[in-house]
């Protein structure tokens, strides 16, 4: 029976990879955000094995009840790819947005927080499932102007962990993913407020990483057999250090 997967944040950059990618290689796949525009095209190229799903994760009753908003051929979620998240600003703590400080706290950690105990809990009663998710390097390196984004990636980081404990004996597997400098997604124009000279600053004279290479290497994953757990994955481009 194919395997379905519900992807975080598919409107772009990886989310939208990780989406094609895994289409490509056979699983049934959710993909949510909030453009629900994007995802409807996406739809059109991806054919009917993609469902596209408006969701805000930072809602918690929109969350709550995604389920029954889906249809029973895209039930039970096999995957979960906890992909959805956001840097803003990043000025150094003494300067930051407060917004900007919480609008990255709502969606990187309350959001993935709303959506895994979502769906955990049928994961748990059929004894597997897999969870992948999206921190960063960031959320084990200081570099200045990561404070909140950085900690807020600590908190996925610390989190993967400790479901790991709390699933201890059961098939559920849970990977945290870590990438260095990554470039053709739109995260640095959202960092910069929409300011793509400044994004496009952040990535001069360096090969970054694509987003295929993440796709590739959630593909990688969820191919892998149940019976083992790659705990955490840091990538990064060999332009970083
Ligand atoms: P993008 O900005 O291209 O993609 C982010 C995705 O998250 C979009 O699809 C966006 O969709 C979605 N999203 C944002 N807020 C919400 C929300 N409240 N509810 C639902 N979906 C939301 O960035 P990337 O692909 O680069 O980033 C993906 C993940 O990887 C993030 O968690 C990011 O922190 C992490 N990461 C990125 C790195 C990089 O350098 N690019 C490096 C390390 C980690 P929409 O706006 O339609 O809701």
């Not at 029954?68 to 803003?88: C, H, R």
Request: hydrophobic fraction near 40%; glycine fraction near 8%; charge should be neutral.
């Amino acid at each position: 029976m194919m395997k379905t997967v519900l992807v975080t944040g598919a409107s772009s950059g990886f989310g939208k990879a990780i989406c094609q990618k895994l289409i490509a290689d056979g699983y049934k796949v959710i993909g949510s955000a909030r453009r629900i525009e994007k995802l409807n095209e996406m739809a059109v190229q991806l054919g009917d094995n993609f469902l596209p799903l408006l969701l805000d994760v930072t809602k918690k009753d929109a969350v709550e009840n995604l389920l029954i908003g889906i249809p029973t051929d895209f039930k039970p979620i096999d995957i979960l790819i906890n992909n959805a998240g956001l840097a803003l600003g990043m000025e150094p703590a003494y300067e930051a947005h407060y917004d900007d400080w919480e609008m990255m706290v709502q969606t990187n950690i309350i959001g993935l927080m709303h959506i895994t105990r979502t769906i955990l809990p049928t994961m748990v009663e059929r004894n597997c499932g897999y969870i992948i998710n999206l921190g960063s390097t960031a959320g084990s390196y200081a570099y200045k102007g990561g404070n909140v984004y950085g900690a807020t990636k600590a908190f996925v980081k610390q989190f993967s962990a400790n479901l790991r404990t709390d699933l201890l004996g059961k098939k559920i597997r849970v990977t945290n993913i870590e990438p260095g400098l990554c470039g053709d997604t739109e995260f640095s124009n959202i960092r910069f407020h929409g300011d793509n000279k400044k994004a496009a600053n952040v990535y001069q004279g360096v090969e970054y990483i694509k987003p295929e290479d993440i796709a590739n290497t959630v593909s990688w994953l969820v191919n892998t057999p149940e019976h083992f757990n790659v705990n955490s994955i840091e990538i990064m481009p060999t332009a970083q250090a």
